[in-house]
């Protein structure tokens, strides 16, 4: 049985996990990637306190289940509350583009893998592996305007595949197209609420004020700037996430359908 003491995490990041070491009180911030040596998240897991004159065990609980753009987002509070203003829009127009990339690993790899009542496990975690692979180089130097091209078109207009083989062919196929959709052709849809989000999308321009931000000018946005493309960012893609059933977990999908 395991005795160690439990410390809740008082802030789970998308890079960190801050929790206090319940032996000393001191403030630990482990890194995902170097400390922790995992992007899953922690329902449960052994650490040691990093103060050199404590180094007592403990156990984390109380992890973030939120997906990586939801996670982005609101790591710029944090941001903005230290008047990192430069660095909030960075990070908010990368949520986007993490949003557009989650989108079209569900509707081409996750979904069409647990649709699949026929499949072969070994055979198909190959065959998903392989497509996963497909996919990442078709949108590897997709920048944001052609990621939301391709996320717009997925969704009025591709078909939904029921397996590897019908993903695999429309992953070979993929195309950014030349234009975005029309108005006209996202209220087709007929769901006010997605269509309104949808054409919230589309008229986005936080991806502009990162270019400024970027490029050789290096524009300062202001506080109202930041604050104005944060909520933006949070009022989008929160509800647009729930509304097409978006988790970064392909066992979600495995359990459900």
Known sequence: MNEFPVARAKQASYENIIVECPWCGKEN?????????TFEPIAG???????????????????????PHEMLILDCYELLERKHYMNSILTLTQAYEVFFSLFLRVELLYKPFAHDKRRDER???????????????????????????????QIIAAPRPANLAEAETLVARLRVPSCEPTDTE?????????????????????HKLRNAVV?????????????????????????????LG???????YLKRL
């Open 123 to 153: 055979k198909d975690i190959n065959h998903f592996n392989r497509l996963a692979e497909m996919l990442s180089k078709k949108v590897e130097r997709c920048t944001f305007i052609p990621m939301r091209k391709l996320f717009l078109q």
């Open 186 to 206: 996202l209220e087709r849809l007929g769901d006010e609420e997605l269509v309104a989000l949808l054409k919230r999308v589309k008229n986005t321009t936080i």
């Open 29 to 37: 911030i482990f890194n995902r990637a170097s400390d922790l040596h």
């Open 215 to 243: 490029h050789k000018q290096a524009y300062r946005p202001t506080q109202e700037e930041t604050e104005a493309a944060l909520e933006e960012a949070r009022s989008v893609l929160f509800p647009l996430t729930s509304r």
């Open 45 to 67: 897991l052994d650490v040691s306190c990093q103060n050199v004159e404590c180094g007592k065990p403990f156990r984390i609980v109380g992890d973030s289940v939120n997906n």
């Open 246 to 252: 978006l988790y970064d977990d392909i066992n979600w």
